[in-house]
């Protein structure tokens, strides 16, 4: 089945939500999963940011005339991220999905990015083969946390709002961490008022552009991870993603009453570093 690949247009926001939202539905209740978006109206109203946010790039794949699916790009920082791509249920296994794909990886390579990556439902068997068959390497699984926030302060950490002035210190932290920053986006979340840093002894040891699904977070230890999770006032979206290898900070989510929705697996192509110091990555990446 050969679709059109054209530019996503705020006119195509209320459609691709709704896409968006039957072919996520479908897949969790395939697998016995809970929704990723818990209504259509959170589902349009992602897919409205993503197209009316600066940085970001979104395409949708026509078949006959009609929309059959979308897939948008965040190309705030060096490393771009790719999600959430959606298609049809009634068109899906017919190429949709990796033409979107493919488009999305040529472009990174046209504009000589060095890397791209995404999170995938671990569930999700056939994503996860597609991904591989396009080049994307297993990095990570993720375990995807949810539960009340705990808002509660950490003796010896400052949780504080993040301003523009920690930018540098936040993007040097996230340098020596995973080899790029995310300065794009945490610049976005400053002002949207949703990152944090914490403190210790006065100095940042740590950052958050929120503790969520589109969130990021990078840290000098556990220690100031946990300051972080446990003075986010909210877990923003569908929960917050934990690297699973990381048992010390797994196991004291749930000892704080956290639980686990579900797995997911992180997938790059391009640059990438083992992570030298603690953190949370988002849905994108």
Not at 133 to 159: C, D, N
Request: some cysteine; charged content about 20%.
């Amino acid at each position: 089945m050969q679709a059109l690949i054209r530019s996503a247009t705020r006119e195509d926001a209320d459609v691709c939500g709704e896409i968006c939202y039957r072919a996520f539905c479908a897949i969790s209740d395939q697998h016995n999963f809970p929704h990723e978006f818990p209504t259509l109206e959170v589902a349009r109203s992602v897919v409205t940011t993503m197209i009316t946010t600066r940085g970001f790039y979104g395409i949708v794949a026509e078949v006959d005339g009609r929309i059959a699916g979308s897939n948008f790009m965040d190309e705030r920082s060096s490393i771009a991220g790719i999600g959430p791509i959606s298609v049809d249920p009634e068109v899906q296994n017919h190429a949709v999905g990796r033409q979107m794909m493919t488009h999305m990886l040529d472009r990174v390579s046209a504009h000589g990015g060095p890397g791209v990556r995404l999170v995938q439902s671990a569930y999700h068997n056939r994503s996860l083969s597609l991904y591989a068959k396009l080049g994307f390497e297993i990095r990570e699984p993720l375990s995807v946390i949810i539960g009340t926030p705990l808002k509660v302060s950490t003796p010896g950490y400052t949780v504080r709002r993040a301003a523009e002035t920690d930018l540098k210190t936040c993007n040097e932290l996230c340098f020596r961490t995973h080899g790029h920053d995310r300065g794009g986006e945490l610049l976005d979340s400053i002002k949207d008022e949703t990152a944090a840093v914490v403190e210790h002894q006065g100095i940042i040891v740590g950052y958050a552009s929120s503790i969520g699904y589109g969130g990021h977070a990078v840290a000098e230890s556990n220690d100031a991870l946990k300051a972080l999770i446990s003075a986010a006032p909210a877990f923003l979206g569908a929960g917050f993603l934990v690297p699973s290898r990381n048992g010390d900070l797994l196991r004291w989510c749930f000892s704080k009453g956290l639980r686990l929705m579900q797995q997911s697996t992180l997938m790059t192509v391009g640059l990438y570093n083992e992570p030298k110091y603690p953190y949370l990555p988002s849905i994108l990446f």
